[in-house]
């Protein structure tokens, strides 16, 4: 393979090892890794003081032992929370983890990342776009990066920054697929268009491979459920649990 030639697993690691591990904290990818999964998913967004974040809500209620909005809040308040005890008394301490440490664990670990540019509610898509891509390429090979969002704006300015398609990769997040996909896909030049996996049709999955494109769906648990699904054409699985999938690819 090539310096810049992508190989997606069959299946990747959501917000880490989730089921067993905080969802998108450093103890989650080591799980992952742990568990033998070569790529993982991962949410990043930024601070109030624009230090980019591995986060997946608006707010920190759900996964800290803190409350309020991340755009409020500044690294040091942000490493003051327990991001793990929520999950379990095992991971009590866990804090927060920053783009930079999550990008040093996994360059570490030799693994593979697509990671979503997350947008919430007044925070710029094309600032988070801005402070995550160029340490995206300076951290990662091609071959073990790929970028996803639902926000088309923050795709575009990422597309923007590196303008060749085989350097920085592109994924389209959709809840299902919009009848304008290909507008999308042939303006950012995507690399793969990435579905909930219970909203899938057989007719979409082969219009996105007839494409070109690869095809993701995300968050699969269930291998038994999902299994008719490989012979749509889809390649890759976002799964909170991959190891239970094991099974069903062998």
């Not at 993982?40 to 032992?65: F, K, M, Y």
């Not at 007839?210 to 993701?216: P, V």
Request: hydrophobic residues 45%; contains cysteine; neutral net charge.
């Amino acid at each position: 393979m090539s310096e810049t030639g992508l190989v997606l697993p069959r299946v990747i690691a959501h917000r880490g090892l989730s089921a067993h591990a905080p969802e998108n904290t450093l103890a989650a990818v080591r799980a992952a890794h742990a568990a033998g999964c070569r790529w993982v998913e991962l949410d990043v967004q930024q601070l109030g003081d624009g230090t980019p974040v591995i986060w997946h809500d608006a707010g920190v209620r759900r996964c800290s032992n803190g409350r309020g909005k991340l755009r409020h809040l500044d690294l040091a308040q942000a490493h003051q929370l327990d991001v793990g005890s929520w999950f379990s008394p095992a991971f009590r301490h866990e804090r927060m983890a920053t783009l930079d440490e999550m990008l040093a664990l996994i360059a570490e670990c030799g693994m593979g990342l697509n990671l979503e540019l997350k947008i919430s509610y007044r925070h710029s898509p094309a600032a988070l776009a801005k402070a995550v891509v160029p340490r995206l390429l300076a951290a990662l090979p091609p071959s073990r990066l790929l970028v996803s969002s639902f926000n088309r704006d923050a795709l575009h300015t990422a597309r923007e920054i590196e303008t060749d398609p085989h350097r920085l990769r592109l994924g389209l997040l959709y809840d299902k697929l919009p009848k304008d996909w290909r507008a999308d896909a042939e303006t950012l030049l995507a690399y793969s268009v990435h579905l909930d996996w219970r909203k899938l049709k057989p007719a979409g999955a082969s219009a996105v491979r007839d494409a070109g494109l690869h095809l993701l769906c995300y968050t699969a648990n269930d291998p038994a459920v999902f299994l008719p699904r490989w012979a749509w054409g889809v390649d890759a699985v976002i799964s909170d649990d991959p190891p239970c999938f094991k099974d069903a690819l062998t």
